[in-house]
Structures are given as C-alpha cells and as structure tokens.
C-alpha cells in the first residue's frame, strides 16, 4: 500500500500555535496551496483509492471538495487531529518567544517533559499516531490513501517509519501543503519521499 500524508494549507490568522484546540479554517493562498499540491482545482482524477482526514477544518474542508472531485470515498479518523499545545494554543511563536523565553526554549530542548501547560503529552500523541497508521494499513491493505493531516502528524509518522525517538519530532520541518509518501511492501512501512511540493 502507499499512503501520501498532504499538510493542510496556510489557515486564515497567521502563524500561531494550533493543536487540536484552535480550529482556524484555510486562507484563500492555503487553500490554493493545497490544490496545487495535488495537481491544480480542474483535477478530475488522481492515483489515490480514498481520502482520509483529521477531523479539523483545516483539513477537513478541502478534503471534502477532493473527494468530491474525484468521487471518492473519505474517512474521517479522530487520532489524525494535530497534537494540543494547552496554553500555547492561539498563540504566535514570536509571543512565546519574547513573553516566556525560558519556557519557549526548554520545549524545543526536551519536547517530552517540557511541555506547555495543558498540552497533549507527546507519548500519548505518538501512541495514537502509531495506532492509526496501523490501522490504516491493516483496513486499506494494498490501496493508495491520500491523508490530509498535519505537521505534528506528518512528523511522529516519520518517527514511526524510520523507528527514531519521538524527541526528535521537532527537528523535522513540515511546510505547509508539503506531501510525504510511505509505502508498505513485505518488508514493512519505508519513507519514500519527505515534503514534495507537489506530485
């Protein structure tokens, strides 16, 4: 099977903290991100057997317009949502950053334990990643899956697939609208391709 995980767009308000928390829609510009990414609005057909999404509008909302498109089938999975930032949620970086620079900067040193107040653990963030992308190979065994997700998911999925600690998540860069394939053969789950612009 192969799975291509689509980031979502640029949302409307800029760069800010958004986990499951903050549900901005897509701008104009990320929803044209997203189209372009996979081949431009008058697509009609596509390698892909289904879609499947984060519940999120961010992802939601365009994956509905693709399925349509294309007439095909779409899945909304729960554990595809972004990972929580608790207080950091609706928050820009340059905020954080200037207002509680200690806190800011410990996150990016240990991501596991040094977590905003109220966030999602970053073990039970993996863990629910790792079970749906199990899940999405054993329920789609053989099938090509388009899944419109998110950066934090995109991340934790390369984690998954190359088996490296889940600290290391952060240290991956996962632009907007960037698409990264997986491919299960007999020898397993294997990253094929990191953040393509477009396929």
Known sequence: M???????GEPAGGERYR?????DPLSACGLEQMWQAVGGRGLTSGPWDQVVSSP??????FAES????????LTQVTDLREVGFGSWEGRT???IRQNSPDEFFAFF?????????GAEPLEAFRSRVDA???ELSRS???EHLLVVTHAGVIRAAICHVLDVPTEAMYRIRVPYAGITRLRQDDRGMMLEFVNRPGL
């Open 132 to 134: 749906a992308l199990l």
């Open 2 to 8: 192969c799975i291509d995980l689509l980031r979502h």
């Open 66 to 73: 693709l399925s349509l498109s294309l007439n095909l089938p």
């Open 109 to 117: 040193r240990d991501p596991m334990n040094a977590r905003p107040l």
């Open 93 to 95: 970086p340059a905020d």
């Open 19 to 23: 986990g499951s928390g903050v549900d």
């Open 56 to 61: 999120m509008r961010r992802c939601l909302a």
């Open 140 to 142: 789609h065994a053989g």
